[in-house]
């Protein structure tokens, strides 16, 4: 799908035809919108369709007639029907007329310039726009953070009241989705440095200080997915060994019974024998049977309590 904006007094409106100082976006594009809008601006029809590649990389190229960054953004994604987050790529490309934005999905980086708008937004600055999306996915990757953040916390409240696998792979999922956010923003901050040293996209001084807003921000969501990334880590391994020492406690338990019952059976199995009973004690009593049963009880009994003193139970 390919949507065509351009801002009035700060707000983007949607128009029908491409123009001067125009926002393309560009949505999920099939091969004819690709190719008719990379024949219209002289881009290689390869490198538009770049961003429509899961595995593509973050990077900034310069050429003749335009200059393209890829950058990686933050996406919500069901998995064991909960809401996980991973990253898609998505390329930012300059022309000389305009502004193409391609990616996979509709993203919050870029709907937020619809819906909310945003100071100083023009789609005929181009740079500026640029940074400006630049800056939003940051924020977005912070947003998304807070969310692992206190799903996270919601998971560990269950987990003190029930220790199951349920719980765990909820953890281990966030924890990918971490995994995600740290190779991307990682990828991320080496084009933004780069972009920060290429001469080959105009920067004016205004320019320069948000992109040096945009790097701090970058370094902040990697510096806080580092730390839920150690938490989160620890988290598992500790509930992990929870369960396992559960799993001994209930084996513990079960071997004592086991010997607590073993008693009576021994005594039951000697009565049992094929043997000659006057050789057997209270086998010519007429009570002989519940003589035997009282102290066969009376022997486990004994035993339950010593284990009992030793904390086996």
């Given at each position: 799908m390919v949507r065509v904006y351009k801002t009035k007094d700060g707000v983007a409106h949607q128009i029908e035809k491409r123009e001067e100082g125009c926002w393309i976006m560009m949505t999920a594009p099939d091969e004819?919108?690709?190719n008719e809008v990379a024949a219209a601006y002289g881009i290689e029809p390869n490198d538009i369709r770049a961003?429509?590649?899961?595995?593509?990389?973050?990077?900034?190229?310069?050429?003749?007639?335009?200059?393209?960054?890829?950058?990686?953004?933050p996406a919500k994604e069901?998995?064991?029907?909960?809401?996980y987050y991973v990253t898609i790529p998505m390329s930012v490309i300059l022309v000389k007329d305009a502004v193409i934005t391609v990616c996979m999905e509709d993203t919050i980086v870029l709907q937020s310039f619809i819906h909310t708008g945003m100071r100083h937004f023009h789609t005929r600055m181009k740079t500026r726009f640029v940074l400006q999306i630049l800056y939003k996915n940051a924020e977005c990757y912070l947003q998304y953070l807070r969310n692992i953040n206190r799903k996270s916390e919601e998971v560990e409240?269950?987990?003190?009241?029930?220790?199951?696998?349920?719980?765990?792979?909820?953890?281990?999922?966030?924890?990918?989705?971490?995994?995600?956010?740290?190779?991307?923003?990682?990828?991320?901050?080496?084009?933004l440095e780069k972009l920060m040293r290429s001469d080959g996209i105009k920067k004016y001084p205004e320019d320069t200080e948000l992109l040096e807003d945009v790097i701090i921000e970058n370094k902040q969501a990697l510096e806080m997915?580092?730390?839920y990334n150690g938490i989160l880590s620890n988290m598992v391994e500790t509930f992990a060994s929870i369960i396992s020492n559960n799993l001994n406690i209930v084996m513990k338990f079960l071997a004592?019974?086991?010997?607590?019952?073993?008693?009576?059976?021994?005594?039951?199995?000697?009565?049992?024998?094929?043997?000659?009973?006057?050789?057997?004690?209270?086998?010519?009593?007429?009570?002989?049977?519940?003589?035997?049963?009282?102290?066969?009880?009376?022997?486990?009994?004994?035993?339950?309590?010593?284990?009992?003193?030793?904390?086996?139970?």
């Open positions: 004819q919108e690709l961003a429509t590649d899961e595995e593509e990389r973050a990077r900034i190229q310069v050429e003749e007639d335009y200059s393209m960054i890829i950058v990686d953004i069901i998995r064991n029907d909960k809401e409240d269950k987990l003190h009241k029930s220790t199951q696998n349920k719980e765990l792979i909820e953890l281990m999922e966030l924890e990918k989705s971490l995994v995600y956010f740290t190779a991307s923003l990682r990828s991320n901050e080496v084009v997915v580092n730390i004592t019974i086991t010997i607590v019952m073993s008693i009576p059976t021994m005594i039951f199995s000697a009565y049992g024998m094929n043997v000659n009973a006057k050789g057997m004690p209270f086998a010519s009593a007429s009570a002989g049977f519940f003589i035997v049963i009282v102290i066969s009880v009376v022997i486990s009994v004994l035993v339950a309590v010593i284990f009992a003193k030793k904390n086996l139970f």
